[in-house]
C-alpha cells in the first residue's frame, strides 16, 4: 500500500524565514551543526510518519472541521537538545491556542494508529540539525511575532540528499 510521511505544521511566512536564516548565520557557530533550508523552517504541530493514503484522508477531513482561534506567536526562546542534535527556536509562553490545536491533530493522529511520543509537546522550530556538541546559544533578546491563521499538512521525501516538505492541504483558524 502507498504511504506517505506526513506531518501537520505551522508555516513561516518567507521573509522571516529569511530573517531567522540571517540572524542564524550571524549567532551560530559555522559547525555548530547543520542548516535547515530556509523553506524548511516549520513549527510541527503532530507527526504522523508513514501513513496510507487512506488514513492521510481520514485525518484530512477532520483537519477541515477543527474549529479553532488563530493566535500570536512569540519567538524569544533558542534551546540545544543534545540527544537528537536538534537546536531550536521557540516560545518562552507558548500560546494556549497552539497548544489546543497541536493536542488536538495529536489526539486525532493517535486514534487512527499514528503513534505520538511520549514526551510532553514543546513547540519548536528546528534551526540546526546534527548538532551534538555544547552549542553557544545567543544571548536573550530577541524576539519576532507571527500572527497564526492557518495551519497546514506536509508531505516530507529525502530525494538526492535533500529533504523537501510539499504542501499537501491548508486550512484556517478562526479570526
Ligand atoms: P524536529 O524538527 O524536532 O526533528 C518533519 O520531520 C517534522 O516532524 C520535523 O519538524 C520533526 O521535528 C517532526 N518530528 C516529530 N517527531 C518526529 C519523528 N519521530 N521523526 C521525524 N520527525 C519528527
Redesign the pocket.
Known amino acids: 500500500m502507498a504511504t506517505q510521511?506526513l506531518?501537520f505544521?505551522l508555516e513561516l511566512p518567507d521573509a522571516l524565514q529569511q530573517q531567522l536564516v540571517q540572524w542564524r548565520a550571524d549567532c551560530f557557530a559555522a559547525d555548530a551543526g547543520k542548516p535547515?533550508a530556509a523553506a524548511n523552517l516549520?513549527?510541527?504541530l503532530?507527526?504522523l510518519?508513514e501513513v496510507s493514503t487512506e488514513t492521510a484522508g481520514q485525518l484530512q477531513q477532520l483537519a477541515a472541521r477543527i474549529l479553532q482561534p488563530g493566535f500570536t506567536l512569540d519567538l524569544d526562546d533558542a534551546g540545544h537538545?543534545p540527544r537528537?542534535g536538534?537546536v531550536?527556536l521557540g516560545c518562552q509562553r507558548a500560546p494556549r491556542g497552539l497548544l489546543q490545536l497541536a493536542n488536538l491533530l495529536r489526539a486525532q493522529a493517535a486514534r487512527h494508529g499514528c503513534a505520538q511520543?511520549t514526551q510532553p509537546f514543546h513547540p519548536?522550530?528546528?534551526l540546526l540539525?546534527h548538532a551534538a556538541q555544547a552549542v553557544a546559544l545567543p544571548p536573550r533578546g530577541f524576539h519576532w511575532r507571527v500572527e497564526v491563521s492557518h495551519f497546514a499538512l506536509?508531505a516530507?521525501s529525502f530525494t538526492q540528499g535533500r529533504?523537501r516538505?510539499r504542501r499537501l492541504a491548508r486550512w484556517p483558524l478562526l479570526s
Open positions: 510521511r506531518f505544521a535547515v516549520h513549527l510541527t503532530a507527526f510518519g537538545w537528537p536538534v531550536w511520543s519548536h522550530i528546528t540539525r506536509f516530507s529533504t516538505y
